[in-house]
T-cell receptor, first 111, second 114 residues
Framework: KNEVEQSPQNLTAQEGEFITINCSYS?????LHWLQQHPGGGIVSLFM???GKKKHGRLIATINIQEKHSSLHITASHPRDSAVYIC?????????????FGTGTRLQVTL | GAGVSQSPRYKVAKRGQDVALRCDPI?????LFWYQQALGQGPEFLTY????????KSGLPSDRFFAERPEGSVSTLKIQRTQQEDSAVYLC????????????FGPGTRLTVT
């Protein structure tokens, strides 16, 4: 079992829909990251959080440390949101900065 | 400001060739990370530098993989005697320090071994 599990693996939505991507992890962490990867490989960091909730534009990230679960929400989705969304955690044990990644959720937003 | 840059962006190597992948981190960033991302998978940790010191190389898959950061800025990931299973995107990331700063990723180098 992977330390970081994401669901769903693939998601297709129509423009304007509210989207939720989930991430569950099995280790103690000091932080969780949500990343966006467009075709071509480049990764952009969306959020880094260790508790509560963060919002940036149409994106909202929440984390529940006790339940070892985080969600990424996209409101009023748009085709330009189409990308792979990756959850990554920073485990408490081991190298302090080492990230462990989920396999990603591939999102396609259509008109 | 300038982000993390990597070169080359694409590299095709014949099996058995040596390759060198370069990463230029954001100026002033102390920490530098290399990750390997196979097709359809999430990135996997390879190695971590704090300045010029390689503090963790536990993710390097074999002794054919070698990374250095001699002056604490630019880093090179070298793969000797490349094999087909080395085909992947190699991502570099940098951060101001290990904790609690977030990592900034480069565009990656896509390596294809034929």
């Amino acid at each position: 079992k992977n330390e970081v599990e994401q669901s769903p693996q693939n998601l297709t939505a129509q423009e304007g829909e509210f989207i939720t991507i989930n991430c569950s992890y099995s280790v103690g962490i000091s932080a969780l990251h949500w990343l966006q990867q467009h075709p071509g490989g480049g990764i952009v960091s969306l959020f880094m959080l260790s508790s509560g909730k963060k919002k940036h534009g149409r994106l909202i990230a929440t984390i529940n440390i006790q339940e070892k679960h985080s969600s990424l929400h996209i409101t009023a989705s748009h085709p330009r949101d189409s990308a792979v969304y990756i959850c990554a955690v920073r485990p408490i044990t081991g190298t302090a900065s080492k990230l462990t990644f989920g396999t990603g959720t591939r999102l396609q937003v259509t008109l | 400001g300038a982000g993390v840059s990597q070169s080359p962006r694409y590299k095709v190597a014949k099996r058995g060739q040596d390759v060198a992948l370069r990463c230029d981190p954001i100026s002033g960033h102390v920490s530098l990370f290399w990750y390997q991302q196979a097709l359809g998978q999430g990135p996997e940790f390879l190695t971590y530098f704090q300045n010029e010191a390689q503090l963790d190389k536990s993710g390097l898959p074999s002794d054919r993989f070698f990374a250095e950061r001699p002056e604490g800025s630019v880093s090179t990931l070298k793969i000797q005697r490349t094999q087909q299973e080395d085909s992947a995107v190699y991502l570099c990331a940098s951060s101001l320090a290990g904790l609690p700063y977030e990592q900034y990723f480069g565009p990656g180098t896509r390596l294809t071994v034929t």
